[in-house]
């Protein structure tokens, strides 16, 4: 598998990834064109994608996707939920289940808590590797563990430092909407998770959803590495995703 994020933050996030037979989004946040651009940059025809996966239906992560589905026609995967809060019709869609496998993709999901109709994480295998991709929630249900535990790649929220946001300028309601189990996840509840999760097999950790005002790639980034220490985990390769820059493929 290959996997490049091509912009990861509050105005647009999209993720491409590619199996030895499919290649396909996670969420058009950003314009069609920034995607087609992105796409053609690292050597990838936007007419190869053939289905995109929606984490949810926030401007974030689906601003782009009417005029990409106009131009390519990808199936998208979404749930009926999420179909009824879209502002646009969907000629190719398919809805999501718990467990689906599509040619050479296994695609299990996980039901993630955000102040939307519904949202979901992901993890993608092929051939023996795996990929967890989990955004915009405000925390991770137990349950969903032991599917979480042990993949090669971790493409993860670490949204925002609880000291930045409770001093910067962001409105009281705001700052709560944001702490909250519908909210999003703070660097320290990110690096909890993955302290449990990671393991031997674990090759790199990409954090993504960068708050730009109430968080910064360091603060992030230390914080993630001080837990994982503290819980002596080996430290894997870490990155931190931005928002008008792709990553470098990353290939497992």
Not at 64 to 86: D, H, I, Q
Not at 112 to 135: C, L, M, N, P, R
Not at 155 to 175: A, C, T, V, W
């Amino acid at each position: 598998m290959r996997v490049c994020v091509l912009a990861s933050g509050s105005k647009g996030n999209a993720t491409y990834i590619e199996t030895t037979k499919l290649k396909f989004l996670v969420d058009a946040g950003p314009s069609c064109a920034y995607i087609e651009k992105s796409l053609k940059n690292i050597g990838i025809d936007p007419k190869e994608i053939k289905m995109v996966f929606l984490t949810h239906t926030h401007v974030d992560h689906v601003a782009g996707l009417r005029v990409f589905l106009k131009k390519y026609n990808p199936t998208v995967y979404l749930s009926p939920k999420m179909y009824s809060e879209l502002s646009f019709e969907i000629n190719n869609y398919c809805y999501i289940t718990k467990e689906m496998q599509l040619d050479d993709l296994a695609v299990s999901t996980v039901h993630t808590s955000h102040d939307v109709a519904d949202s979901y994480g992901f993890v993608f295998t092929s051939e023996g590797k795996s990929v967890v991709y989990i955004t915009d929630t405000g925390y991770i249900n137990v349950r969903n563990f032991a599917k979480l535990k042990g993949k090669n790649l971790y493409i993860f929220e670490s949204n925002h430092d609880i000291r930045m946001l409770r001093e910067g300028k962001y409105p009281y309601h705001l700052q709560q909407r944001i702490l909250s189990d519908k909210g999003h996840l703070s660097n320290e509840q990110s690096s909890k998770y993955l302290s449990e999760f990671i393991d031997k097999n674990t090759k790199k950790i990409v954090l993504i959803h960068l708050s730009e005002e109430n968080n910064t790639p360091e603060i992030a980034a230390d914080t993630l590495i001080t837990m994982l220490k503290e819980k002596k985990k080996n430290v894997p390769e870490i990155e931190i995703a931005k928002q008008k820059e792709s990553t470098e493929f990353i290939e497992i």
